[in-house]
């Protein structure tokens, strides 16, 4: 079985723990998810199965979208709603502090991942080193929040819109929102609603997956990789896919108008073949499909 699956991950369980679940209903061996999704968060998290596995790259690095709610005056160890308090303040900032504060976290920004988080730090995790009560430092990254929207400020809580990059921590943004402030904050609540193509409408829990089964909720592997542009080859150049060997012009029946580094594939039934990157030879397939 390969496919994608567009996932409604509900709140209160591991992404690890979901994809468990998955393998053990459907005895599938190759199953793996799309970049994690915290604990507390709800909401898409796309799941790679078999050969669509080989996507899942691709698919960490889109964009994201996210509604959300960070709770003001108080500061917890984990940046969020589970962790243990820290640090309580007064709520002595306005609704205009925080549409002021809230602007400085749009754009290209600098931030630091939580200390829980599975952030790498000298190759191991930074949630295992936590545990351990040692003392790290974690680098500051660079993340661009594209857009960033206060939709509702009712002291203590601010709800909120986001599209942003890959690899931005919402916690992060909760954390250092209520530090500008001079009043503490964490994530309270956190739904992703969309990760590039895959939205929330289109999404299905576990229990729509258990009743409508693999045929009614598993996706083309092709499906996160619209953006791409195709080429089209006929029999010989699907020989020449499975042996792993360079395609060349006259392989092709068909390109796309735009050129670009990387490109799907088809054969002439409208069958994913691969994806092939362009070089000086012609096209080399480096994900396969068949």
């Not at 976290?105 to 931030?111: C, L, N, T, V």
Request: with cysteine.
């Amino acid at each position: 079985m390969n496919g994608i699956i567009n996932l409604l991950k509900p709140p209160g369980v591991s992404s690890a723990r979901v994809i468990n679940r998955i393998k053990k209903r459907w005895d599938w061996k190759k199953v793996g998810h799309t970049g994690t999704l915290d604990p507390l968060a709800a909401g898409v998290l796309p799941i790679c199965v078999g050969k669509a596995t080989k996507v899942a790259s691709l698919i960490i690095l889109e964009d994201k979208t996210y509604w959300g709610e960070i709770l003001l005056g108080q500061e917890r160890d984990t940046d969020d709603a589970y962790g243990k308090v820290i640090n309580e303040f007064p709520i002595n900032c306005s609704k205009e502090d925080v549409i002021r504060e809230f602007k400085k976290f749009s754009g290209e920004i600098f931030q630091t991942p939580p200390r829980v988080s599975a952030v790498k730090v000298e190759g191991e995790r930074a949630y295992r080193r936590t545990r351990r009560g040692e003392e790290f430092k974690i680098s500051s990254r660079r993340v661009n929040v594209f857009s960033l929207k206060p939709l509702e400020v009712d002291l203590p809580r601010v709800r909120f819109w986001i599209h942003c990059s890959k690899g931005t921590y919402i916690r992060s943004i909760a954390r250092d929102l209520g530090r500008a402030l001079g009043v503490g904050g964490y994530l309270s609540f956190l739904i992703r609603t969309s990760t590039g193509p895959f939205k929330i409408k289109d999404s299905f829990s576990l229990e729509e997956m258990e009743k409508i089964g693999p045929e009614g909720f598993l996706l083309n592997p092709d499906y996160a990789l619209q953006h791409l542009p195709f080429l089209v080859t006929g029999d010989e150049g699907r020989q020449k896919v499975i042996f792993g060997q360079v395609l060349k012009v006259d392989d092709l029946f068909q390109v796309f108008i735009d050129k670009g580094d990387i490109y799907r594939l088809y054969d002439q039934g409208g069958n994913f073949l691969a994806l092939c990157r362009a070089g000086e030879e012609g096209y080399h397939p480096f994900k396969v499909f068949i």
